[in-house]
């Protein structure tokens, strides 16, 4: 398959998604993080600065789990996490 544009076309790979995700999963020691129901909870409990429901349980893991998210996104700043921006 040559250039797979995904959905709303804001990225070309040259791969498929599951090549791409995989390979750059093992190049930089990344690893899945399950959502659980800590996550939930912990969700249930934040602030509304961030209205994205994706970007709300992300958020939600990262206090949780005490882990650095990395974004542009200027709404997670507003969170007690820390943000690579």
């Not at 544009?5 to 790979?13: A, F, T, V």
């Not at 040259?14 to 899945?32: A, D």
């Not at 934040?46 to 998210?69: G, K, S």
Request: proline residues 6%; hydrophobic residues 45%; glycine residues 2%.
């Amino acid at each position: 398959m040559p250039f797979t544009s995904i959905n709303i076309g804001k990225l070309s790979l040259s791969m498929s998604v599951e090549q791409f995700v995989t390979t750059h999963c093992v190049l930089n020691n990344i690893q899945s993080l399950p959502i659980l129901e800590e996550h939930i909870w912990t969700l249930a409990h934040l602030p509304l600065h961030h209205r994205d429901p994706f970007d709300r349980l992300l958020i939600a893991q990262a206090v949780h789990e005490n882990l650095t998210l990395v974004t542009v996104d200027p709404l997670f700043t507003q969170y007690i996490i820390n943000v690579i921006n």
